[in-house]
């Protein structure tokens, strides 16, 4: 906003010192004052020099100001990770698809919990940015891939859903290497064709699939409204989510936390009795039907 004010003070300053100076020499040369002219074409050339330099100034501030935002916008639509886009880019890039038909799969990691717990976080996002290697192995020019948050991601092709699937099948095949460690590439894919412009039916019907194909232990789901049902419409909270769905605790955990003085709290992560301090909570990268 600084540089945009200022750029635009200094330009009006040049018009209104153009019109000043072309008034005094019009009038000095109309009346035979022979030097006053000379000297007044001076001062305005070194008048000029300074607005110029004032104004190169404010050009080079703005420049290296864009290089900074752009750089900053560049950050915040990649995901540091994996180096994938973000969510808002594949929202984004599903808008800009209106009117045309897209393959759209959503992967997610199954058991992210587990590989965080034997490979700490660390070990989890080498196995994400992994994971994000084989995706991207697996896209086509003018696919996009993105990391929607936690351990799920979305492709998005105009390739029919058929070869979509049998690119992510091959890709995904190959174990990937932690520390001394292979491991599977445990994922469930589900896949929709649809039409773009709206990414939140795009994604929801993914999603359903998805979790058909992690609830089947299939692998890969591709989606059926019969089968799958419909995305919520939008601003509509659905009456029991996904999340919502986990497998209750275990009472001996809970007779176990509470042993220990922990207040188990399911609405949240337990709490040290007394301290009031969060004893544990959600491992980043952990998803909550992993």
């Keep these: 906003m600084r540089v945009t004010l200022w750029a635009a003070v200094l330009r009006w300053n040049s018009i209104a010192v153009t019109a000043l100076f072309s008034s005094v020499l019009l009038f000095l040369f109309f009346t035979d004052r022979a030097a006053s002219p000379g000297v007044l074409a001076t001062t305005g050339v070194v008048v000029y020099s300074l607005l110029l330099a004032s104004y190169h100034r404010c050009l080079v501030h703005a420049g290296y100001r864009i290089c900074a935002l752009e750089t900053d916008l560049a950050v915040a639509h990649t995901d540091p990770v994996t180096g994938l886009a973000v ?38 996002d080498r196995y ?24 799920e991601f979305v492709v998005v092709t105009s390739r029919d859903p058929g070869s979509l699937a049998g690119s992510l099948v091959a890709v995904l095949a190959a174990p990937v290497t932690i520390g001394s460690t292979t491991r599977s590439l445990g994922v469930s894919i589900g896949i929709c064709r649809t039409l773009g412009g709206d990414p939140r039916v795009a994604l929801g019907r993914a999603d359903r699939a998805m979790y058909t194909a992690k609830r089947t232990g299939s692998g890969v789901a591709h989606y059926d409204p019969a089968r799958d049902g419909a995305p919520p419409p939008s601003g509509v909270r659905p009456a029991v989510r996904h999340r919502d769905r986990r497998p209750a605790r275990p009472a001996e955990m809970l007779v176990e936390h509470v042993r220990d003085g922990d207040f188990v709290d399911e609405a949240g992560p337990p709490v040290r009795g007394g301290t009031g301090r969060c004893a544990g909570g959600t491992s980043r990268g952990e998803g909550g039907d992993g």
């Design 87 to 124: 969510r808002r880019i594949a929202e984004q890039h599903l808008i800009d698809a209106a009117g045309r038909e897209v393959t759209v799969a959503v992967i997610d990691v199954d058991g992210m919990h587990d590989i965080n717990t034997a490979h700490t976080h660390d070990g989890g």
């Design 128 to 151: 994400l940015a992994s994971l994000a290697e084989r995706l991207v192995a697996a896209g086509e020019p003018g696919d996009l891939v993105a990391r929607l948050g936690g351990d």
